[in-house]
């Protein structure tokens, strides 16, 4: 059973100037970042938007956060869960307790930049045949400091999608309800690449439209669920997603689709590097298990300087050399 926290929102969908805006936050375990993230949202300028808040079972103090912030602010919707059940769960929670005209995911480590909201509103307004806004964003480490800015964050080309074209929708990407609807939603089984298989149903059912500026910045930290230790789960989820996006634009016509091949070859990387991390583990065995069933989905095609590149930054020869740069780094002079 969920609980529900704070106030009745005052804010309106009959608000035809100002349509009501969801910011859609799933968090779990984000304590350090969460009060920040919150903060981030609320000063937007826009003048009518609510943010949603699902806590996915948090262990961390995350509930404490958000319980000082209810008591100063109507416009936090809270829903807690009892049990950790993923990100893609609490996601799919997030939208169904929304009551936005549009709706944007936003990551609860990550800092929403100054505008972002009118910028995503203005779009959709002069865009209604979009399904998705997106814009590029900030990547920074984990205080925040800003590295560069989002690789592949572009405007998909008018023949391509985000499937085929294989890159464009990052940073902040915002969503009608109208089109929504005509989904299946957001997939409460995922526990990685969410957004992917999110955003490959939306572009099925309408246009994208990409804000060249940033409008948010995107922490990058150890623990995320996608990120550096995580990789090899993050790109199985990732190919899992092609899959099913592949098999259903079989149906759809008017949709530009993947080849069989191209599918095969990221079933490639993801086993290649799955491969690298069982030698890194010494499971010698399972290691040639994987490398073969990377090769018998295939072998060379476009990816295989990343196959090369997987393996060996996976490796456990890679391994061991980072391990002992550390040791030297802290050698005593």
Known sequence: MQKLFGHKSSISLSDSKYPLFSVLVANYNRAPYLKEALESILSQDYPNFEVVVVDDGSTDGSATIIQKLLEIEPRIKYFQSPVNEGCG??????????????MVLHGSDDVML??????????????????????????????????????????????????SFGKGITGLASFPRSFYILTDGINADYKRAVDQDFYYKMEEVGRVFFI????CKYRVNTSGISTIKNISKARYWFARAKEEAYQRRLTKPTVKNISQSELNAWWSVVFITKSSEKFRQGKICA?????????GKSIFDRYLVLKVESFFLN???????????????????
């Open 89 to 102: 769960a609490a996601m799919r929670k997030c939208v169904s307790h929304a009551s936005g005209v549009w």
């Open 114 to 163: 100054p505008g972002a909201i009118s910028s995503l509103v203005q779009a959709h307004k002069l865009h209604p045949e979009c399904s998705v806004i997106n814009s590029t964003h900030y990547v920074c480490d984990e205080n925040l400091n800003i590295q560069r800015l989002a690789y592949g964050a572009m405007a998909i080309p008018h023949n391509e999608n985000y499937l």
């Open 212 to 215: 060249d500026k940033p409008l």
């Open 287 to 295: 290691g040639f298990f994987w490398l073969g069933k990377s090769f």
């Open 315 to 333: 490796s456990y020869p890679h391994w061991v050399f980072k391990k002992l740069k550390q040791v030297w780094k802290k050698k005593p002079y």
